[in-house]
């Protein structure tokens, strides 16, 4: 009985997780990310897996990755830059790049 309430318990778990994460992609593709970018494919800008893996380790990329969403960026992925999205309010611009760094 004690194994199958805490097989239950970690099956929630997982599924509140995946939750999250389609709630936040979800949040990436309503302010219009997705167009450019694709979780495990180039489009315009790098496939977000690939910005996961660049930023691997590195403790400012999530203050970093907010900031280039509000303002923009060039240079980093190439010559096509990065245009500014500053309606992407500050609480949805986080939850989007927690789920990018998040990807493996």
Known sequence: ???????????????????AASADQALAQKNACMSCH???KKIVGPAFKEVAK?????KTAHDTLVAKVKTGGKGVWGQIPMPPSPQVKPEDASKII???LSLK
């Open 1 to 19: 009985m004690m194994m199958k309430l805490m097989m239950t318990a970690a099956s929630a778990a997982l599924l509140a997780l995946s939750g």
């Open 38 to 40: 694709g979780v495990d």
């Open 54 to 58: 660049k930023y691997a380790g590195d």
């Open 98 to 100: 927690d789920w990018v």
